[in-house]
């Protein structure tokens, strides 16, 4: 029994040992070895977390979280050691002072990287945009080729790259044009002039995009007849296609179709028209005129 208590007072001895000893800091083992066991828990669960939250993604998405759990894992061992260091009466009043202005410039430097990055995660995990997908953002189509967990980027019609801040996709409307699947329907519209065969005119927009290359036969394509506009009867062929990235070039391609078999049909596409009516009034000094020599003519009377 004596040996037992001489052991632990020698354990305490040893744990209180003041390893740092000034006026306003008192380290002893015991926080030191506190300090280190907290940091092993906290590594473990970080691990634990980690493998849960990665455990159904993709190996592409895993990667991107390596970058993202190492700063929180740092930020945790910070603020574990700092707790520690305040429950075992380290006075860190002077340190936490001199640090307040840093942390508020801080804070408001990172809060849209934070918003960037809690969007990416969130992007991550419920699987709303994959790489490949066609986007518009901002009147812009681009098609994804790299998500990482701050920034997206995408590749537009005209070869260009799009840089989009993650937290855009979750806080302004985009279009996924290949969210559900690939395929997207488009549309033609173009006027032709009152007292065309409305019934050639439909069965020629049809017979177009039936003859295009890039367009699915199976929806059937199908024309519309939209409204009867100011200068024009106004249609629209409706098509369903595979490859939204290229579909400025099959729409082009369909216009120089339609072109080509309006000529040959003779169905013309006007072009706007306004009628102007002139009228003419008479000028003031001569009706002034004509006034004042009929009153004269009264007063000869």
Request: hydrophobic share 45%.
């Amino acid at each position: 029994m004596e040996r037992l208590e001489f052991f632990w007072s020698a354990i305490k001895r040893f744990l209180s040992f003041r390893v740092i000893d000034t006026e306003a800091v008192h380290i002893t083992v015991g926080t030191l070895l506190s300090i280190i066991l907290a940091v092993v828990i906290v590594s473990f669960l970080f691990k634990l977390i980690h493998r849960l939250v990665t455990k159904k993604l993709p190996e592409e998405d895993k990667n991107k979280f390596v970058s993202i759990f190492s700063f929180l894992r740092y930020l945790l061992y910070l603020v574990v050691t700092v707790i520690v260091l305040s429950s075992s009466g380290v006075d860190l009043t002077v340190l936490l002072t001199a640090s307040a202005a840093l942390f508020v410039g801080l804070g408001f430097a990172l809060q849209y990287l934070f918003q960037d990055i809690i969007s990416g995660i969130m992007m991550t995990l419920d699987q709303s945009l994959h790489v490949g997908d066609i986007i518009e953002v901002d009147g812009k189509v681009g098609r994804v080729f790299e998500i990482r967990l701050r920034t997206t980027r995408a590749l537009t019609r005209d070869d260009k790259v799009v840089v989009i801040p993650n937290h855009i996709f979750l806080t302004d409307s985009i279009y996924n044009y290949t969210q559900n699947h690939k395929m997207t329907r488009e549309s033609v519209k173009i006027g032709v002039a009152y007292g065309s065969d409305i019934n050639l005119v439909k069965q020629l927009l049809e017979q177009v995009v039936r003859d295009q290359e890039g367009i699915l036969r199976n929806p059937k394509p199908f024309a519309l007849f939209d409204d009867f506009g100011d200068s024009a009867l106004l249609f629209s062929i409706n098509f369903y296609i595979r490859d939204s990235f290229g579909d400025p070039r099959i729409k082009s391609s369909i216009r120089f179709a339609i072109d080509k078999i309006f000529k040959e049909n003779n169905i013309t596409i006007p072009f706007p028209q306004r009628d102007v009516h002139i009228h003419q009034q008479v000028p003031f000094q001569h009706s002034q005129a004509e006034k004042t020599s009929k009153w004269q003519g009264l007063g000869d009377d």
